[in-house]
Each structure stands twice: as C-alpha cells, then as structure tokens.
C-alpha cells in the first residue's frame, strides 16, 4: 500500500519536472511557487529522482544566466548606436562579429 505522503512527494516531484521542463503554462506557476509542507521525509528511493531534478533546475539557471549576460550586452550595443545616430542619416550595426 502506498503512503499519503510519498503519493504527494511524486506528485510534487511530476510538477516540478514539468516546470524544469518548460512545460508549465506562463510563469506565474513558477514565480508563485512556495515550499510545500507536510509532505514529512523524502522517500529514500526519491531521492535519485530529486537529485536529477535539482541538477536540471541548476543547469536551467546557468543557461537564463547566460541568456540574460547576452541579451544585457545585445542591449548596450543598441543603446550605443542609438547614442551615435543622427537623424539624417541610417546606422548600421554588423551583429557577425
């Protein structure tokens, strides 16, 4: 027979793929997520499971880390060009360098 609580650790687990996984609709899932209680222990044979999961999530971040430092300069570059232009004539930014 199963246990109350490792039902709802599977359950909570499931959602929390789906969010490493982009699966969730909107952000708002994730911005509003809060630390359940209750739940008691971690079932040790969970365990492997949370540890992939907690791996996934660091990778994820280290990836929007990466995207948010590229997009910060991509925005400097075009704010620089916006600095220099003149309105009667065109600018250009060569983005292959």
């Known amino acids: 027979m199963r246990s109350v609580s490792r039902d709802a650790w599977e359950a909570l687990l499931t959602s929390l793929e789906h969010d490493a996984a982009g699966q969730t609709a909107g952000s708002t899932a ?56 003149e309105p009667r004539g065109s600018v250009y930014l060569d983005a292959s360098a």
């Open 30 to 85: 994730v911005a509003g997520w809060s630390e359940p209680t209750g739940l008691g222990p971690m079932p040790r044979d969970l365990v492997g499971r949370a540890s992939r999961l907690l791996a996934a999530q660091r990778d994820r971040m280290a990836t929007l880390d990466a995207d948010r430092r590229a997009t910060l300069t991509h925005l400097g570059a075009l704010r620089a060009v916006d600095a220099t232009r």
